[in-house]
Structures are given as C-alpha cells and as structure tokens.
C-alpha cells in the first residue's frame, strides 16, 4: 500500500511540474516582451554654415556670388543652403567642379571652392575636400577683397 500511495503521490507531483512547465512555456510565448525598439540616429543639415565668416564677410560673398548672376536668397549674411546652391552653380558654371546642387557643403563643394579659391591666387593647403584653417582664412580673405561687394 505504500508502495501504491507513494507511485499516487509521485504521479500527482509530476503531473503538477508538467502543467507547470507547459503554463511558464505557453506564458512565455503569449507574453513575450515587446521588440527591443533600436535607437535611430537623426541626421540633420546644418542650416547655415559661414565656413569662419562673420555675418559682414557673408554678406560680401553673398553679393559677389549675386552680382555673378545666381541668386543667393536673401543678403543676410547668413550662408545657408539657397547661398550654397548659388555657389555651388557658380562653382559649376565656371568649372571648379562642386558636385550636385543640393545646399550642403560636403567635400565636394569644399573641394570646388578651394579651387576656386587656388585659381585666384589664395593658399587653401590644397586640395582635399576639408574646410581648414588655410581654405578658411582664405575665403576670409576673400570675402574682404575690396571691402566687400554689396
């Protein structure tokens, strides 16, 4: 009889240990934790890049960039992306090669304009695609050239 009341008492404890298992195993698929959400990263576009200028000295390149024929926006020294797509035109349209017409001053435009820059006679420490200390004081030298232009 023990034998048969201990075999009951086993049946029924493995029994137990089995629904148990089969419950946390179905809770687990059924309440699973939501999808890790992952974290984005926003790039943005700076809105206004003066590579070094004051809001005097951007204004000068701005007329200058105007008076050769493509529209800068408006002449508030501010060198933001419509001033941008005008140098980039002019760059392109005089062929100093400064890639797509998009506002940004990536290496392409840099590189276009330290052409540029180099072909008028300014030091920009070459040609690389990076706006540094030389292709800035250049273009600072630039924007003063005769006062200005506006």
């Known amino acids: 009889m023990t034998s048969n009341t201990l075999t009951k008492a086993l049946l029924g404890t493995l029994t137990a240990v089995t629904l148990s298992i089969g419950t946390l195993a179905g809770a687990t698929t059924a ?17 206004v890049n003066n590579l070094g200028l004051t809001t005097t000295e951007a204004k000068s390149v701005q007329c200058y960039v105007r008076d050769a024929g493509f529209s800068p926006g408006v002449i508030d020294g501010q060198l933001g992306s ?30 276009g304009l330290q052409r540029f820059l180099t072909y008028i006679g300014y030091d920009t420490g070459g040609i690389d695609g990076i706006a540094g200390t030389k292709t800035r004081a250049a273009w600072k030298a630039f924007s003063n050239l005769g006062g200005g232009w506006c």
């Open 31 to 47: 309440t699973a934790a939501p999808a890790q959400q992952v974290p984005t990263q926003t790039v943005t576009i700076q809105a």
């Open 82 to 111: 419509n001033s941008w797509k005008a140098w980039q035109r002019f760059l392109n349209d005089r062929g100093f090669n400064a890639g797509t017409v998009d506002g940004v001053v990536g290496p392409n435009t840099i590189r």
